[in-house]
């Protein structure tokens, strides 16, 4: 892992003039955690492979992503979204970090901030510096095939799937129902707004790594009463 590297382009993206003070509090936050990985997030974590042979750790990618997405925002205004979703992942690997929490959990936190640092790394390949770094994610609810209205959708960052005080819902009800992601790696899924027990499956969706800024999201109903 080139550290040295990622701490350089995290000293251009500070800059004079880069725009957005809570913007670059994300951005260091981030740097700092990314450059902690090898000597304190992933001691204890041997045995973390990456889930398809022959590519990199999550470890390993994470930090060459995180320098891949650097590269891509400097001198960027970013979207209030993506400012939140860079704050969700070094809050997640600081997390991480703590060798006080359950070594599952950590494997999901930094598996989490793994894929949506790569969604993120493969939206600046695709997409470049110029545009709005968000994407327009059209949830459609259905049941046996049939659309089936007023479901809430509810989503929150993969690294954070299980921690419901980071769950997000969209700003109406379906279907079919829209929101502004920033690009990244998601677990979104329905609930029935008068029985919040009532869910459906959980989904897993990583958005934006191919430079696509609309995405529409079939989503399982839950279970008819």
Same mark, same amino acid.
């Given at each position: 892992?080139?550290?040295?590297?990622?701490?350089?382009?995290?000293?251009?993206?500070?800059?004079?003039?880069?725009?957005? !003070?809570?913007?670059?509090?994300?951005? /260091?936050?981030?740097? #700092?955690?990314?450059? =902690? +990985? $090898?000597? *304190?997030?992933?001691?204890?974590? !041997?045995?973390?492979?990456?889930?398809? /042979?022959?590519?990199? #750790?999550?470890?390993? =990618? +994470? $930090?060459? *992503?995180?320098?891949?997405?650097?590269?891509?925002?400097?001198?960027?205004?970013?979207?209030?979204?993506?400012?939140?979703?860079?704050? $969700?992942?070094?809050?997640?690997?600081?997390?991480?970090?703590?060798?006080?929490?359950?070594?599952?959990?950590?494997?999901?936190?930094?598996?989490?901030?793994?894929?949506?640092?790569?969604a993120k790394a493969g939206f600046e390949k695709a997409?470049?510096?110029?545009?709005?770094?968000?994407?327009?994610?059209?949830?459609?609810?259905?049941?046996?095939?049939?659309?089936?209205?007023?479901?809430?959708?509810?989503?929150?960052?993969?690294?954070?799937?299980?921690?419901?005080?980071?769950?997000?819902?969209?700003?109406?009800?379906?279907?079919?129902?829209?929101?502004?992601?920033?690009?990244?790696a998601y677990v979104i899924w329905t609930r029935d707004?008068?029985?919040?027990?009532?869910?459906?499956?959980?989904?897993?969706?990583?958005?934006?790594?191919?430079?696509?800024?609309?995405?529409?999201?079939?989503?399982?109903?839950?279970?008819?009463?």
């Amino acid at each position: 892992m080139n550290l040295p590297l990622l701490i350089t382009w995290s000293a251009m993206s500070m800059a004079p003039g880069a725009p957005g !003070e809570g913007q670059d509090k994300a951005l /260091k936050a981030l740097e #700092s955690e990314v450059s =902690r +990985l $090898a000597k *304190d997030t992933l001691p204890g974590l !041997e045995d973390l492979k990456s889930p398809v /042979k022959g590519e990199p #750790s999550p470890g390993t =990618r +994470l $930090a060459d *992503d995180f320098g891949t997405v650097i590269r891509g925002v400097k001198d960027a205004k970013l979207e209030p979204a993506y400012v939140a979703s860079l704050q $969700a992942d070094a809050d997640a690997l600081a997390r991480a970090r703590d060798r006080e929490v359950p070594k599952d959990e950590r494997v999901r936190l930094l598996r989490g901030v793994a894929a949506d640092l790569n969604a993120k790394a493969g939206f600046e390949k695709a997409v470049g510096k110029d545009g709005r770094r968000v994407v327009k994610v059209t949830a459609v609810t259905k049941r046996a095939g049939q659309e089936v209205k007023e479901l809430q959708v509810v989503f929150v960052p993969r690294a954070w799937d299980g921690t419901e005080d980071r769950y997000e819902t969209f700003p109406k009800n379906s279907s079919p129902t829209t929101h502004e992601w920033a690009p990244g790696a998601y677990v979104i899924w329905t609930r029935d707004p008068d029985q919040k027990e009532r869910v459906g499956d959980r989904q897993r969706k990583s958005v934006g790594e191919n430079g696509k800024t609309v995405v529409e999201i079939d989503l399982p109903a839950p279970p008819a009463r």
